[in-house]
């Protein structure tokens, strides 16, 4: 079983930067996609990112395109989301998830696996 852990989040000021990061343990394989989510208090989750393992595809949420990036490191089986000009609206706990399904999705349904999340807080 894949387990996913979240590390990275933090409090920044309006126009900063954080880089998240994903470490992926267990029995991982080549075929999956990690996206990144993200859930602001009493709003639904989000999508923000997605990158295929194998290809390194990606796909990005309108709201987050040419800020963030997202990446992965194979060697280390991490994923990265660095998030730039970072936005008050940012504010959310984060998550990673895969989708063993390999599909680059933005639909949180079909992602099987889920880290517990990480906590960025932007100030205005």
């Known amino acids: 079983q894949v387990q996913l852990v979240e590390s990275g989040g933090g409090l920044v000021q309006a126009g900063g930067s954080l880089r998240l990061s994903c470490a992926a343990s267990?029995?991982?394989?080549?075929?999956?996609?990690i996206g990144w989510f993200r859930q602001a208090p009493g709003l639904e989750r989000e999508f923000a990112a997605a990158i295929r393992w194998s290809t390194g595809s990606t796909y990005y949420a309108d709201s987050v395109k040419g800020r963030f990036t997202i990446s992965r490191d194979s060697a280390k089986n991490r994923a990265h989301l660095q998030m730039n000009s970072l936005k008050p609206e940012d504010t959310a706990v984060y998550y990673c998830?895969?989708?063993?399904?390999?599909?680059?999705?933005?639909?949180?349904?079909?992602?099987?696996?889920w880290g517990q999340g990480t906590q960025v807080t932007v100030s205005s």
């Open positions: 267990g029995r991982t394989s080549s075929t999956y996609t």
């Open positions: 998830a895969a989708n063993t399904g390999n599909a680059l999705s933005s639909d949180s349904r079909t992602y099987e696996l």
